[in-house]
């Protein structure tokens, strides 16, 4: 392989004019310039980025961090982000925690090895304290996931309102016996939505007995798991808020298979929105949430936050959920559609 | 942020000393050693990685480049191949193309720039001559995509069977009007499916009109359209090859809409075998693609190549594909399950 050496010797001029040319720095002439350029294509060689990246300081590569490549919210959410850092000519590289909090970290090193410009994360493994440190090295950017403590850019929905409008509808719908499932039982989204769905019980003064909640609950495996828990029941509850798109899925297949008809004994929200949500038969009521929007504007703050190096303030955007009606959990007309 | 220097004139060494104490070369004591590593953490040092891998030349990193996160069949794989990285402390660095060429090479260079220690392509979208010259640079594997012309190890599955024993189901089901979809019209994966698609029809003397022959479908959005399609032909075709389980369950979805009963009017074929396919109703007739397997066996390979850094030679490992017979396609039987 060649060497800079071997390009300075080619061209006929020092290494340091060709390290100049590589880096593209000024005092170089055009004619050198040309010479240099000429020699690296003969001799076919490539600037090493680490070389580069020790004086430029600039990857061009932004990192995001999710929990599952399989969760179709955060496909959807990379997708969305692929395509706004492509029209800023950025490379976007995926990293998967799989859940795991040393993972979240060992990837958050990219950020202080200088392998990337940036770090948009998705979810907070580690608590706050321990991610700040990294601010050091470059921009993070916590999305869809939030922290009271965190000195950094952050855009997430109101999932406490999404808790709230969901259950509110069940109860409307004269739903009483409502069971509520959550994925990862750390997560301030969790927890956000969980206050939101208590609120509305408390409001209809209705009870929630400890065995109602399941927690750690993420795919159409769990979903069905749960829904034959809940069926095994002396009271079965008569409704539940899944918190996800893919266990109400898992819980509807399963009805079938029981022989529980969905929504007459047995109401199913999701949340997400997800292409499945219009697949399943019934159609399943979910939460929008507004994931291509956020994707967008992660990368925009990103790409800002890069150009101004000023990152390290609290700044929060707050985008909508909405909560749409389908058949899954509309007892008055159902099968009207 | 401390540099270099800082830690030399606090430890009382020299720069070379510190430098070798960094990069973990021989011929430094151990006193040394703890006078530096104690003015690291004084200063909180980090080492740039950059520097460093100037030296080892190793990243440990892995990329894998898949067309799109949201598809399910890469989703699963990425979520086996991070398994075993792990196993190896290896990162996994996921990058999608959005089936851009461009977008190919472009992170085909994180090798070149020696940002990973190795590429796992599954998608093949310029040709064989251009992704070669990148092989000087590091190991690159084929995986589920294949080529005639490729020096590197490669990982399939037989696509001509599987096109083809789906199609002979069909047939033997007494369906004789079989339409055909494919994904990326320049895909060998998609090529040998044909092939064994047609070779099914020509056993049978069976006749495939021009018209009956979709490329380009990916999505659940296209299997509806596509349906929309074959339903406004005078002649509608009886059975369908999708090629993906998510055409397949658009196009189910659609024909509730329509009214065309699945699979009296039409058998619906997909292909994968993703968690879809057992959700729908009826659910789905596939064919396994054993990917987890594929996930493992190709990290496996990746570490071995890494280690003996013999790489540029051919090697192909194919894996078995099955055909999985639920609802959607058969007639005799029909809601006997």
Redesign the interface.
């Known amino acids: 392989?060649a060497t800079i050496e071997d390009v300075a010797k080619l061209a006929g001029l020092s290494k340091t004019t060709v390290s100049r040319v590589i880096n593209n720095q000024p005092y170089v002439s055009e004619e050198k310039k040309q010479l240099v350029l000429e020699a690296m294509k003969q001799l076919g060689y490539?600037p090493?980025?680490?070389?580069?990246?020790?004086r430029n300081q600039k990857?061009e590569?932004i990192?995001v961090i999710i929990p599952?490549?399989?969760n179709?919210f955060?496909?959807?959410f990379?997708?969305s982000l692929?395509?706004v850092a492509?029209q800023y000519h950025y490379?976007?590289?995926?990293?998967?925690t799989?859940y795991s909090a040393k993972?979240e970290l060992?990837?958050l090193n990219?950020l202080?090895?200088?392998?990337v410009d940036g770090v948009i994360m998705t979810t907070l493994l580690n608590g706050w304290e321990a991610v700040e440190p990294f601010l050091?090295?470059g921009p993070i950017i916590l999305c869809n996931e939030f922290d009271e403590q965190a000195n950094v850019p952050m855009i997430h929905m109101d999932q406490n309102y999404g808790g709230y409008v969901a259950t509110k509808h069940l109860i409307d719908q004269g739903y009483n016996k409502i069971a509520f499932c959550c994925g990862n039982v750390n997560s301030n989204v969790s927890r956000a939505r969980e206050e939101g769905f208590r609120k509305a019980l408390r409001e209809a003064g209705l009870y929630l007995p400890e065995q109602y909640i399941f927690r750690n609950v993420f795919t159409?495996e769990d979903g069905k798991n749960v829904l034959r828990k809940m069926m095994e029941m002396v009271e079965a509850p008569t409704a539940v808020f899944t918190g996800s798109d893919e266990v109400a899925?898992?819980m509807?297949?399963e009805s079938?298979r029981l022989g529980v008809r969905v929504p007459e004994e047995l109401a199913v929200v999701g949340f997400d929105n997800q292409?499945?949500t219009?697949?399943?038969?019934p159609m399943i009521t979910t939460v929008n949430q507004p994931v291509k929007e956020m994707g967008h504007l992660a990368m925009e703050v990103m790409m800002e936050k890069i150009k101004t190096r000023r990152y390290k303030e609290r700044e929060v955007h707050l985008l909508p959920l909405t909560l749409i009606v389908r058949d899954s959990s509309k007892l008055a007309n159902y099968n009207v559609y």
Do not use: H, W
Request: proline residues 2%.
């Open positions: 392989m490539v090493n980025s680490s070389a580069r990246s020790l990857t590569i990192a599952r490549v399989m179709p955060f496909g959807q990379v997708e692929e395509i492509s490379q976007l590289i995926v990293c998967q799989l993972k060992d990837y990219l202080k090895t200088k392998q050091e090295y159409f899925a898992g509807i297949s079938k292409a499945i219009e697949l399943m038969e």
